[in-house]
T-cell receptor, first 109, second 115 residues
């Protein structure tokens, strides 16, 4: 089967750094993506890792280790607007995404 | 560009009724997808299409049918709605290329309640 594991909830203080981990077990793997979803909104793309290593996009970074079937999303200089759900998703060989259950991030003042 | 649009935004059905959800994209994307999202959960793929005239089953296809007669449109049908189909339905599209080019663009969602 295919499964992705990520924490259900994370709380952090404004201005801090938070890391959201994701481990996966899938039959095919073509990359790990991260999506952000605010309450009542649609998911929006944040980042993609096809190869091992770190990808940086502004305050957000994403890391992948294919040998460990593990990745993480790092959010720096947290802002209140970062309060949202974050989903890791594995792309399989048919360009389909398999989503994790999501991590709800609460940023406190 | 409007991106990905979905109609309707909200709908309430009675058990056994049928309905069609419409998804349209103006980005000339080859791939289109239908997901459902239940409270506190991730998105689960219902059906997808890799091009005009083609469709394929996803993770949870039972009770749903789809059609892709035009490249820009992807229809999701419920022939006989059941309370278990109460959910938020998202449509998405992508270029279908590998790597970062396969970023999926999501519509705003349709909130469906089946009584």
């Amino acid at each position: 089967g295919q499964s992705l594991e990520q924490p259900s909830e994370v709380t952090a203080v404004e201005g801090a750094i938070v890391q959201i981990n994701c481990t996966y077990q899938t039959s095919g793997f073509y990359g790990l993506s991260w999506y952000q979803q605010h309450d009542g909104g649609a998911p929006t793309f944040l980042s993609y890792n096809g190869l091992d290593g770190l990808e940086e996009t502004g305050r957000f970074s994403s890391f992948l280790s294919r040998s460990d079937s593990y990745g993480y999303l790092l959010l720096q200089e947290l802002q209140m607007k970062d309060s949202a759900s974050y989903f890791c998703a594995v792309m399989d060989s048919s360009y389909k995404l398999i989503f994790g259950s999501g991590t709800r991030l609460l940023v406190r003042p | 560009n409007a991106g990905v649009t979905q109609t309707p935004k909200f709908r309430v059905l009675k058990t056994g009724q049928s309905m069609t959800l419409l998804c349209a994209q103006d980005m000339n994307h080859e791939y289109m997808y239908w997901y459902r999202q239940d409270p506190g959960m991730g998105l689960r793929l219902i059906h997808y299409s890799v091009g005009e005239g083609t469709t394929a089953k996803g993770e949870v296809p039972d009770g749903y049918n789809v059609s892709r007669l035009k490249k820009q449109n992807f229809l999701l049908g419920l022939e006989s709605a059941a309370p278990s189909q109460t959910s938020v339905y998202f449509c998405a599209s992508s270029t279908g290329t590998s790597g970062i080019g396969n970023e999926q663009f999501f519509g705003p969602g349709t909130r469906l309640t089946v009584l």
